[in-house]
């Protein structure tokens, strides 16, 4: 899952050879400590994440196997703007 401050349109797909999970956000400023995304977890051997293009940030998942988006959901979290991006992977 990812928090971010506002709502935006994610654009997540695989891909193979690796295999890898792409998230494409908009104008995205990265506020992670160092070392985030180091430690597997699950399907996940790790993930990476910065801008990639002007206006076009990205986040990498690199998985141990074959994986799928099962699910993807943004959902505002309290009063304020900001939003949750929880995707599911198998």
């Keep these: 899952s990812l928090t ?7 654009q997540i797909f ?35 994440y910065g801008l990639f293009a002007e206006h076009k ?8 196997k074959p994986v799928k988006v099962a699910s993807a959901d943004m959902k505002r979290t309290g009063r304020g703007k900001s939003v949750v991006l929880k995707i599911g992977l198998e």
């Excluded at 971010?4 to 994610?10: C, D, F, I, K, T």
């Excluded at 998230?23 to 990265?30: E, K, T, Y």
């Design 57 to 64: 940030a990205r986040v990498v998942i690199e998985a141990r």
């Design 14 to 48: 695989t891909v193979d050879n690796p295999y890898r999970v792409i998230i494409d956000l908009p104008d995205v400023a990265f506020k992670l400590p160092p070392g985030t995304g180091a430690e597997p977890a699950g399907l996940v051997k790790m993930f990476r």
């Design 4 to 10: 971010l401050s506002r709502g935006v349109q994610a």
